[in-house]
T-cell receptor
Framework: GAVVSQHPSRVICKSGTSVKIECRSL??????MFWYRQFPKQSLMLMAT?????????EQGVEKDKFLINHASLTLSTLTVTSAHPEDSSFYIC???????????FGQGTRLTVV | GQNIDQPTEMTATEGAIVQINCTYQ??????LFWYQQHAGEAPTFLSY??LDGLEEKGRFSSFLSRSKGYSYLLLKELQMKDSASYLC??????????WGAGTKLIIKP
């Protein structure tokens, strides 16, 4: 299957700082990328959907000014958690899809801990 | 509203067979996915069904009935490494994935 690389896998940051998470499709062009967060023992929660070259579509309740998403190319999307707080500590996962008829391939996930 | 239902937790014995059910009510249907997720890791793809019937892939099989809004994932010859959460997801008419809460499968020796 196609490979999606997410970096970093783990990050610890201080409260009030910003953290950037990268999601790259290594061997296909990802026209659509999805960003999820997952709290322990809970299912994936879609945060936003981004299409290359356009603004991301955020799910209800997700602050677009806090979770900045950039999908500048067909192989890279970034999620920046701005002014992070301990409650933002979570597992963040990206997935990418190259057309509407195929599965979404997942990155490895990023464990964010805000202290 | 859109809804995906699957059991919260199941327990099975090593070497046995287990069936994980998923029922769905979504606005449109463009396929159903099953993913496996080990604790602390991202989900990995298991199967995709868009037509009615059974799809077999090694020890794992997935079944779909669109008229009943029902799918199941069948795992045979269970191994300890199969202990994981199994996520059912349906792609709706907008090609968005609607996720179930996942079924935690516990395998006992």
């Amino acid at each position: 299957g196609a490979v999606v690389s997410q970096h970093p896998s783990r990050v610890i940051c201080k409260s009030g700082t910003s953290v950037k998470i990268e999601c790259r499709s290594l061997d296909f062009q990802a026209t659509t990328m999805f960003w999820y967060r997952q709290f322990p023992k809970q299912s994936l929660m879609l945060m936003a959907t981004s299409n290359e070259g356009s603004k991301a579509t955020y799910e209800q309740g997700v602050e677009k000014d806090k979770f900045l998403i950039n999908h500048a190319s067909l192989t890279l999307s970034t999620l920046t958690v701005t002014s992070a707080h301990p409650e933002d500590s979570s597992f963040y996962i990206c997935s990418a899809r190259n057309d509407r008829d195929t599965e979404a391939f997942f990155g490895q996930g990023t464990r964010l801990t805000v202290v | 509203g859109q809804n995906i239902d699957q059991p919260t937790e199941m327990t099975a014995t090593e070497g046995a067979i287990v069936q994980i059910n998923c029922t769905y009510q979504t606005s449109g249907f463009n396929g159903l996915f099953w993913y496996q997720q080990h604790a602390g890791e991202a989900p990995t793809f298991l199967s995709y069904n868009v037509l009615d019937g059974l799809e077999e892939k090694g020890r794992f099989s997935s079944f779909l009935s669109r008229s009943k809004g029902y799918s199941y994932l069948l795992l045979k010859e269970l191994q300890m490494k199969d202990s994981a959460s199994y996520l059912c997801a349906v792609m709706d008419s907008n090609y968005q994935l609607i996720w179930g809460a996942g079924t935690k499968l516990i395998i006992k020796p």
